[in-house]
């Protein structure tokens, strides 16, 4: 067969061929990856973001996710106007959203807080950070978000129904029923709204 001296070269030919091979992987991911940062950055819509981040989480790529939407706050941070600090808002609140699902609690209230200080017009910033207090406990501060999103959608059943569970839990029971009444009333031409309360 291979004299000792000719199987040691394949050896180092096999070892070298693999460094390439793995140097070229991780050249292309790191590609990829700037690709996909370079498309958030240049995102103009939440969809176009969302279309972008959900395949890095499906993959277990949180931290790239996370990245690539603070890059996109981080292009729109400096631009003026009501469209832009809408879009701050909403953008915020979709990492909020990414950083619960993975455990981070902490930091989705704050990226929540961060979206209603960007716009205070946030109904559905103020709805999830109503949640979240909820969940921790804290009633009285819940009790203020819901109050919040129904004063910017008055419309909306979801904010009325989990207000009344705040109070319920409270012991406010005939607040709670006046809160439910008043939500059934608002809804009587929301069908969808009416089977939510």
């Known amino acids: 067969m291979f004299p000792n001296r000719q199987r040691q070269s394949c050896h180092l030919d096999v070892r070298k061929a693999l460094r390439i091979v793995a140097i070229a992987v991780l050249s292309l991911a790191d590609l990829s990856l700037s690709l996909k940062q370079d498309a958030c950055s240049s995102a103009s819509s939440l969809d176009e973001i969302g279309k972008i981040v959900q395949p890095m989480l499906s993959n277990g790529r949180t931290d790239d996710a996370i990245h690539c939407i603070q890059l996109k706050l981080g292009v729109i941070r400096n631009v003026k106007g009501k469209a832009s600090k809408s879009f701050r808002s909403e953008l915020l609140a979709y990492k909020s959203d990414v950083l619960a699902a993975v455990g981070k609690g902490e930091d989705a209230m704050q990226a929540l807080q961060e979206s209603i200080q960007a716009s205070k017009a946030n109904a559905l910033a103020w709805l999830k950070l109503g949640n979240m207090q909820s969940e921790r406990g804290d009633d009285e501060a819940c009790i203020k ?10 419309d909306s059943p979801v904010p009325r129904n989990n207000l009344a569970l705040a109070l319920q839990r409270q012991g406010k029971h005939k607040q709670s029923i006046a809160v439910l009444r008043k939500a059934l009333k608002e809804c009587e031409t929301n069908s969808f709204g009416r089977g939510m309360v």
Do not use: Q, Y
Request: no cysteine; charged share 30%.
């Open 145 to 154: 978000s819901f109050k919040m999103a129904i004063k910017l959608r008055p």
